[in-house]
T-cell receptor, first 111, second 114 residues
């Protein structure tokens, strides 16, 4: 059975801290791994990592994919209160766009 | 482009009632999906339609039915609602190509079953 597991499930930090969110997976027919940010509404896309793109960076956010050890991390440096959200990891399996999501990590950034 | 739209935004049902959640996309995407999200559970796939005319079960299909009415519309039906179906429901669509594309989500429908 395809499975995606995120850790920690919740995290409280102070502004300026650096956080690392983890995502491990066991799936058949891996196609890509995606990170989303969710703030009380629909998830918004952050990164897609594939065999040909195992490291991505956008501003204070960065992510890597380790296809050998089957995990990914999402790093956020110099956190701000606006980073408070649920961060979702999902793995695309097969060629139908089907996504398997992890439970999500709830991040709270305190001023 | 409106993207992915869902109706209604919020609904309260009594146990045993039926209803249909509507989803439409105007991006000419081939694939469409229905997810539910419960606290601490991430998103779980209920049903999906890889292309017009096809539907397949996801992780949690029990108690639901779907119809891919045409390329634009994908509806989710609860025949006899149960309190366990209280959740937030998201519809999404996906073009299929190019390979760097991802799913586009609708704004969600909040359903409360009493």
């Amino acid at each position: 059975e395809d499975k995606v597991v995120q850790s920690p499930l919740s995290l409280v930090v102070h502004e300026g801290d650096t956080v690392t969110l983890n995502c491990s997976y066991e799936v058949t027919n891996f196609r890509s791994l995606l990170w989303y940010k969710q703030e009380k509404k629909a998830p918004t896309f952050l990164f897609m990592l594939t065999s040909s793109g195992i490291e991505k960076k956008s501003g204070r956010l960065s992510s890597i994919l380790d296809k050998k050890e089957l995990f990914s991390i999402l790093n956020i440096t110099a956190t701000q209160t606006g980073d408070s959200a649920i961060y979702l990891c999902a793995v695309e399996v097969g060629n139908t766009g089907k996504l398997i999501f992890g439970q999500g990590t709830t991040l709270q950034v305190k001023p | 482009n409106a993207g992915v739209t869902q109706t209604p935004k919020f609904q309260v049902l009594k146990t045993g009632q039926s209803m249909t959640l509507q989803c439409a996309q105007d991006m000419n995407h081939n694939s469409m999906y229905w997810y539910r999200q419960d606290p601490g559970m991430g998103l779980r796939l209920i049903y999906y339609s890889a292309s017009e005319g096809t539907t397949d079960k996801g992780e949690v299909p029990n108690g639901y039915n779907v119809s891919r009415l045409n390329k634009r519309e994908f509806s989710l039906r609860l025949e006899s609602a149960a309190p366990s179906q209280t959740s937030v429901y998201f519809c999404a669509s996906y073009p299929g190509t190019p390979v760097w594309e991802t799913q586009y989500f609708g704004p969600g429908t909040r359903l409360l079953v009493l």
